[in-house]
């Protein structure tokens, strides 16, 4: 084989396995359908981020926010949730302290695709 031919032949193969890696993602969009915080009392504070696509594999993180004394939105804790069947990717939060307002902001990450990210409604937490 020439060295010509042989240069073709590894552009052409090379070409393929990066639309190989880059298609899935278009192949199939995700979009956040959903982000949902509830207050339980005592046992915490529930969050909820359900994606077009269920259990698709990725990275949710859930950013529980507060607003303090000064009416600025800080954040208690951040954490990565994990999926159950029929509640989406989930995490409980504890308990916040005192009489506030708290919100939550989740965020999808994975290889090839876009980061997406949601924030719920504001509670009496």
Same mark, same amino acid.
């Given at each position: 084989?020439?060295?010509?031919?042989?240069? #073709?032949?590894?552009?052409? %193969?090379?070409?393929? +396995?990066?639309? &190989?890696?880059?298609? *899935?993602?278009?192949?199939? *969009?995700?979009?956040?359908? =959903?982000?949902? !915080?509830? $207050?339980?009392?005592?046992?915490? !504070? $529930? %969050?909820?981020?359900?994606?077009? =696509?269920?259990?698709? *594999?990725?990275?949710?993180?859930?950013? +529980?926010?507060?607003?303090?004394? &000064?009416?600025?939105? #800080?954040?208690?804790?951040?954490?990565? @949730?994990? /999926?159950?069947?029929?509640?989406? /990717?989930?995490?409980?939060?504890?308990? #916040?302290?005192?009489?506030?307002?708290?919100?939550?902001?989740?965020?999808?990450?994975? @290889? $090839?695709?876009?980061? +997406?990210?949601? %924030?719920?409604? #504001?509670?009496?937490?």
């Amino acid at each position: 084989m020439s060295l010509m031919k042989r240069l #073709v032949v590894s552009i052409a %193969t090379g070409g393929l +396995l990066l639309g &190989a890696l880059a298609s *899935p993602a278009a192949a199939h *969009p995700v979009t956040v359908e =959903q982000m949902h !915080i509830s $207050n339980f009392g005592s046992g915490g !504070i $529930n %969050t909820q981020m359900w994606l077009s =696509q269920e259990d698709h *594999p990725g990275t949710v993180k859930i950013t +529980l926010k507060k607003k303090n004394a &000064a009416g600025d939105w #800080v954040n208690v804790a951040t954490k990565t @949730a994990t /999926y159950q069947v029929g509640w989406g /990717y989930t995490y409980t939060f504890n308990p #916040v302290r005192g009489q506030t307002r708290c919100k939550a902001k989740g965020v999808f990450t994975r @290889a $090839n695709h876009p980061r +997406l990210s949601a %924030t719920s409604d #504001v509670i009496d937490c």
